[in-house]
């Protein structure tokens, strides 16, 4: 999967930024499920 402008640092931050937020989300999801159901 190959975007135009790709490979430049404001898609790289851009991309590592929404990359982290998800998995920190997922984490965060994981952890309040699991104290719930604790």
Not at 18 to 23: A, C, N, Q, T
């Amino acid at each position: 999967m190959k975007f135009k402008g790709a490979d430049s640092p404001k898609a790289i931050v851009i991309t590592a930024v929404l990359v982290f937020g998800s998995i920190s989300f997922l984490i965060w999801w994981a952890l309040q499920a699991a104290y719930t159901v604790g």
